[in-house]
């Protein structure tokens, strides 16, 4: 949004913002009550909400959207492990995604799953927002994690 306004074209920014400032008051609204989606509760589905949640937070500074957004990834954490091992630490796990969409219909043939990075980047915005360290390395040891892993 900031190369709107870097073009100089306000209206459009103002519209844009309106539409994403509505779109986090839905979600802010909905709270837990996530719509069912393949599965009816997963990884995949919070991450998103946080993250529209928190990046209208820091286009607003409105403290609603970091209170409910500090509700969501609470949230969203529930779905990491403190594994030791680099291989899975903090790599969120997600639902078998070749049950449902894999050519022979086998279970657990994407795990770990490219989305789980969603996590990582939830967790380093929170961790920039509240200037946590703590956050911020989760969210590195998350993306890590998962390049990783990916990559064998």
């Given at each position: 949004m900031?190369?709107?306004?870097?073009?100089?074209?306000?209206?459009?920014?103002?519209?844009?913002?309106?539409?994403?400032?509505?779109?986090?008051?839905?979600?802010?609204?909905v709270?837990?009550?996530?719509?069912?989606?393949?599965?009816n509760?997963?990884?995949?589905?919070?991450?998103?909400?946080?993250?529209?949640?928190?990046?209208?937070?820091?286009?607003t500074?409105?403290?609603k959207?970091?209170?409910?957004?500090?509700?969501?990834?609470?949230?969203?954490?529930?779905?990491?492990?403190?594994?030791?091992d680099?291989?899975l630490?903090e790599?969120?796990?997600?639902?078998?995604d070749?049950?449902?969409?894999?050519?022979?219909?086998?279970?657990?043939?994407?795990?770990?799953?490219?989305?789980?990075?969603?996590?990582?980047k939830?967790?380093?915005?929170?961790?920039k927002?509240?200037?946590d360290?703590?956050?911020?390395?989760?969210g590195?040891?998350?993306?890590?994690?998962?390049?990783?892993?990916?990559?064998?």
């Open positions: 900031g190369e709107l306004k870097k073009a100089g074209w306000q209206k459009e920014y103002d519209e844009l913002l309106e539409l994403f400032v509505d779109h986090a008051d839905h979600l802010c609204e709270g837990k009550n996530y719509p069912a989606s393949e599965v509760y997963e990884q995949s589905i919070v991450a998103p909400a946080a993250d529209v949640i928190l990046s209208v937070y820091l286009l500074g409105d403290k959207y970091l209170d409910e957004g500090a509700r969501q990834v609470e949230i969203l954490e529930l779905f990491n492990g403190m594994q030791p680099y291989h630490n790599v969120a796990i997600r639902h078998w070749g049950y449902w969409f894999g050519k022979r219909r086998y279970y657990g043939d994407t795990f770990p799953h490219y989305w789980s990075a969603l996590t990582g939830v967790f380093k915005m929170y961790g927002i509240l200037k360290e703590n956050w911020i390395r989760r590195e040891a998350s993306i890590r994690g998962l390049l990783r892993s990916l990559c064998q």
